[in-house]
């Protein structure tokens, strides 16, 4: 007897930050109705490169009040 995988759905850690991103560029709407595939790669790589730049910002903050301690 074979026995079921279970699908787990995947959630994706970041998709809060991209979520937020994509409504400040005013994309929010085009992806709830069309879906994250509809973007433009323009308009996919300045949401990428955005979630990249405040990941770094909040590394560097992090590291930087650890060193103060």
């Known amino acids: 007897?074979?026995?079921k995988k279970i699908k787990l759905?995947?959630?994706d850690l970041l998709e809060d930050l991209?979520?937020?991103i994509a409504a400040e560029l005013g994309?929010?709407?085009q992806v709830r109705?069309?879906?994250w595939?509809?973007?433009?790669?323009?308009?996919a790589g300045k949401?990428?490169?955005i979630m990249t730049q405040r990941m770094k910002n909040k590394s560097s903050n992090h590291l930087?009040?650890?060193s103060e301690e």
Do not use: C, F, P
């Open 18 to 20: 991209k979520m937020e």
């Open 27 to 29: 994309l929010l709407d």
């Open 1 to 3: 007897m074979k026995e």
């Open 64 to 66: 930087s009040n650890q």
């Open 9 to 11: 759905k995947r959630t």
């Open 47 to 49: 949401i990428g490169g």
């Open 37 to 43: 595939h509809s973007l433009s790669a323009k308009d």
């Open 33 to 35: 109705v069309k879906g």
